[in-house]
Nanobody, 124 residues
Framework: QVQLVESGGGLVQTGGSLRLSCVAS????????MGWFRQAPGKEREFVAA????????YYGESAKGRFTISRDDAENTVHLQMNSLKPEDTAVYYC?????????????????WGQGTQVTVSS
């Protein structure tokens, strides 16, 4: 079991940046691949980014490529999502997720653990 708590969301102007953080409970953080999804009102949930157990394999959704960077800090049980060049279409609730199987993210399957989400709003 792992519990996830996100932070760092907020309101930002187009072209701005935000850094989301997610702290995981438990002592087995290093055994989980970590990722981010987002969901905008009236839209389907969308994969954003994932990082493997070692922090060496990164995987991004199309909307995140070139603008977002995922990273993890196992000493702090934390995963970050650095978001740059934000656009109004990035407005959504962003969810931190965890799964022991990294291929879950690659295969587009539903990950095992989810945080409560943090709101990101990008104004035009």
């Amino acid at each position: 079991q792992v519990q996830l708590v996100e932070s760092g969301g907020g309101l930002v102007q187009t072209g701005g940046s935000l850094r989301l953080s997610c702290v995981a409970s438990g002592r087995t953080f290093s055994t989980y691949a970590m990722g981010w999804f987002r969901q905008a009102p009236g839209k389907e949930r969308e994969f954003v980014a994932a990082v493997d157990w070692y922090g060496t394999s990164l995987y991004y959704g199309e909307s995140a490529k070139g603008r977002f960077t995922i990273s993890r800090d196992d000493a702090e049980n934390t995963v970050h999502l650095q978001m740059n060049s934000l656009k109004p279409e990035d407005t959504a609730v962003y969810y931190c997720t965890a799964d022991t199987d990294y291929s879950t993210y690659i295969g587009g399957r539903t990950t095992s653990y989810w945080g409560q989400g943090t709101q990101v709003t990008v104004s035009s």
